[in-house]
């Protein structure tokens, strides 16, 4: 993944900036209508990607504790609760980053293991 982002022509600090954007740092924010052109373009409609969803399950499945995954989806609660979301600084940077590591492999794994071509499947509604 790291290579690809590499090859990424960046206008600004942000991947993937606005298309609005000249300078690159606002952010991506037209899902929506972005969906539509791609349902429309591709035939496919009726369908969601999840991909918090989808990576909070992955990481769980490998054994990252839930609060390291709840820290990488950057929820304002933590799973030891309310007030350790308060009282409890330590940004858990080594443990994000060791948990997105250990998940990076194992979506290379899985793609490699059913091919660059095969079907990926989606959550419809």
């Known amino acids: 993944m790291l290579a690809i982002l590499r090859d990424i ?3 600004g600090p942000l991947v993937f900036p606005s298309r609005a954007d000249v300078m690159g740092d606002t952010s991506f924010s037209g899902w929506s209508k972005a969906k ?3 349902d429309k373009s591709s035939g496919v409609t009726n369908w969601r990607l999840h991909l918090r969803r989808t990576a909070a399950t992955g990481m769980a499945r490998l054994g990252v ?3 390291v995954v709840e820290r990488v989806l950057n929820h304002a609660t933590s799973a030891a609760g309310p007030l350790a979301a308060v009282y409890q600084r330590y940004d858990y940077a080594k443990e994000k980053e060791e948990a997105l590591h250990d998940w990076s492999n194992e979506v290379l794994r899985i793609v490699a293991k059913e091919g ?5 499947p989606i959550a419809a509604e």
């Open 9 to 11: 022509e960046q206008v």
């Open 36 to 38: 539509r052109r791609l």
């Open 65 to 67: 504790a839930p609060f």
């Open 116 to 120: 660059a071509t095969s079907h990926v």
